[in-house]
């Protein structure tokens, strides 16, 4: 299972950008997005295919958190 996880741009140099997953640097491919660095893209499977708003994205890392701390969650 692949899962999007949103992320801040924090450099972008060509097609490709550091992205910030909470203080986990990642390069991602921002070809398919209009994006600038500042600006949170979802990155799904090393590609960013949506900016979102900062607002949308911290509530989704909130939403994220709260699964993977509840004990009762399995994943197979």
Do not use: Y
Not at 19 to 28: E, N, S, T, Y
Not at 31 to 56: R, T
């Amino acid at each position: 299972m692949c899962l999007a996880i949103p992320g801040k741009i924090v450099s972008i140099e060509g097609d490709m950008g550091d992205v910030d997953f909470g203080g986990v640097i990642r390069k991602a491919n921002l070809s398919m997005v209009d994006a600038e660095v500042g600006e949170w893209a979802v990155v799904h499977a090393g590609f960013a295919i949506q900016v979102m708003d900062e607002e949308d994205a911290q509530e989704t890392i909130r939403l994220w958190n709260e699964v993977l701390d509840n004990d009762e969650v399995k994943f197979c």
